[in-house]
Every structure is written in structure tokens, then in C-alpha cells.
């Protein structure tokens, strides 16, 4: 019962982890546009190998904790609508990390993505890396104590035309020894 909850988390970190390495950066020179077209090419490229794994290229995904609202623009942060297979069963998900590498997010629902469709949350993680002065902040899936659930993830779009997925979630988190934390959110994806 406990290897699902740690293949899941353990699928967040790895996502994330890949797809920062796709973390979009100015500190860089700027390239020519010739170097650019390439780049950008061999990027779409490298995500083809990875069928149903897709990097926005625009919007926004927004995560509403009680205190405060963050957002990932696709523009500048990486966000990624992912599908994967864990011992032969099928989960979907979005991972999202910041540019300055502070904030990331991962949530997954088992199956596979299903416009029009609500399904359960299976996995989630939230990190906050705070200025030195505070302590980091990790937030991990909890079951409502109530509901006896885990939350639940609203398909409403999904890969039509350019865009990519559209949605809401809704979930239950916590960080150790503190209360449960309720986090609602929003995505509205685009390929470019």
C-alpha cells in the first residue's frame, strides 16, 4: 500500500527534475536567430521521444494555497503535461518549476487524460525554497480526514488544436507536524 504513494512521489521528483533542465534562461547570451531556430527545434525534437509528454510553450498554471496564490507562466517557468506507466498502470499529471528554481509543483491522477472528464488525485507535492533567513517548505499529499479522500483533478480540455490542457484541481496537502492545507488550482496550457 505504501510503494504507491512513493512510486508516485518519486515520479514528481523525477519529472521535475527533467524538465528543469528544459528551464528556460537569460542569463545566457543571446544567440543569433539562426542558433535559436535550432535550439528551439531540437527541443520539440528531444520531447517527441516521450510520447504524450509535452512542454507549454504558453499559459498558466496557478496554485491557491490559503495565504497565497502562485503562479506558472509557461513563457518563463517550465510547465509540463506528462503521461506516464508505473508497473502497467497509466497516470497523467503536471509538473511545474519556477525559473529561479524556488517554487516547484507536481500533481498526478491515475488513468489517462480524458477531456471532459474529473478524476482523483494520486499523487502531489509542493515545494517552497525560501529566502536563507526561513526554512524550506515542503508540502506533501494528505488524505481528508472527512471526505476520505485525496482531492480531485477537472479535465475540461485536452490536446485540441494548440492547446494542450485546460483545468482545475483540487487537493489536500501538508507539511510536517502542521495541519492539513486545502490547494485549489487552475491550468490553461498551450503548445506555443
Known amino acids: 500500500m505504501l510503494r504507491l504513494p512513493f512510486r508516485l512521489l518519486s515520479f514528481v521528483f523525477v519529472v521535475v527534475a527533467a524538465f528543469s533542465s528544459c528551464q528556460k534562461d537569460d542569463s545566457v547570451g543571446k544567440p543569433d536567430a539562426l542558433a535559436q531556430m535550432q535550439a528551439d527545434s531540437a527541443q520539440k525534437l528531444s520531447l517527441v521521444s516521450a510520447p504524450g509528454n509535452y512542454l507549454a510553450g504558453k499559459g498558466t498554471l496557478k496554485v491557491k494555497l490559503p495565504d497565497t496564490t502562485y503562479t506558472f507562466d509557461a513563457t518563463r517557468d517550465s510547465i509540463a503535461f506528462v503521461n506516464i506507466n508505473i508497473d502497467g498502470e497509466a497516470y497523467f499529471g503536471l509538473t511545474a518549476i519556477n525559473k529561479a528554481h524556488t517554487i516547484s509543483f507536481g500533481i498526478?491522477?491515475?488513468?489517462?487524460?480524458?477531456?471532459?472528464?474529473?478524476?482523483?488525485?494520486?499523487?502531489?507535492?509542493?515545494?517552497?525554497?525560501?529566502?536563507?533567513?526561513?526554512?524550506?517548505?515542503?508540502?506533501?499529499?494528505?488524505?481528508?480526514?472527512?471526505?476520505?479522500?485525496?482531492?480531485?483533478?477537472?479535465?475540461?480540455?485536452?490536446?485540441?488544436?494548440?492547446?494542450?490542457?485546460?483545468?482545475?484541481?483540487?487537493?489536500?496537502?501538508?507539511?510536517?507536524?502542521?495541519?492539513?492545507?486545502?490547494a485549489d488550482g487552475t491550468f490553461e496550457l498551450k503548445m506555443k
Open 108 to 182: 498526478s491522477s491515475p488513468g489517462s487524460p480524458i477531456a471532459e472528464t474529473q478524476s482523483s488525485v494520486a499523487g502531489c507535492q509542493f515545494l517552497l525554497h525560501t529566502p536563507a533567513d526561513k526554512a524550506d517548505q515542503e508540502f506533501t499529499l494528505t488524505r481528508n480526514v472527512v471526505s476520505k479522500d485525496f482531492g480531485t483533478i477537472t479535465l475540461d480540455k485536452y490536446n485540441q488544436d494548440t492547446l494542450l490542457a485546460k483545468g482545475t484541481f483540487h487537493t489536500y496537502l501538508t507539511k510536517k507536524n502542521s495541519a492539513l492545507v486545502v
